[in-house]
């Protein structure tokens, strides 16, 4: 039986952001939509539950392995608004298109999805008004339904 022997961390390659401004999203069927990033949160990259493998004949531990598929997962962000942007969102909700996330260093990540959700906080005296924008990874061609097509990272020169 083989065991686990330890690793050893190497210095990680690339510029880490220093900053998160500037930051923005595109959405390609509108990209002068009428809002204004205030917080941009990129799709975090999530490989699912375990698989469960444990069965009556493991004597000590429980043992499971990784699922094969991968979900990029929901943006959710924070904007401020022109309310004539209602009539833009009713334009492209639901709309299979490209979005993208545009990092503070240039750097860009490009991936088919749909804005699902445009919620408006409370408008209030004295407090700039503000709205959630929540924005789901289709991973789906929108010009062929029948193709996967995962996003694309494109980095600065330096990265």
Sequence with gaps: MAL??????????????????????????????????????????DGGDAV??????????RTKLPRDLISLEDIVTTVAYDPVVYDQIVAVINTNTTITVTFSDGSTLAFFGFLKRFEPSALVEGEQPE??????????????????AGPVMTEVAGT
């Excluded at 690793?7 to 880490?16: F, K, L, Q, V, Y």
């Excluded at 469960?52 to 531990?61: L, S, Y």
Aim: net charge negative.
């Design 52 to 61: 469960e493998q444990t069965t009556m004949w493991n004597t000590t531990w």
């Design 4 to 45: 686990p022997s330890a690793g050893t961390r190497s210095t990680p390659a690339g510029i880490i952001l220093a900053d998160g401004f500037s930051s923005k999203i595109v959405i390609t069927a509108d990209t002068n939509i009428s809002f204004w990033e205030k917080q941009v949160t990129p799709p975090a990259v």
């Design 131 to 148: 709205a959630t924008v929540t924005f789901v990874a289709t991973n789906i061609d929108p010009a062929d339904t029948t193709v996967e």
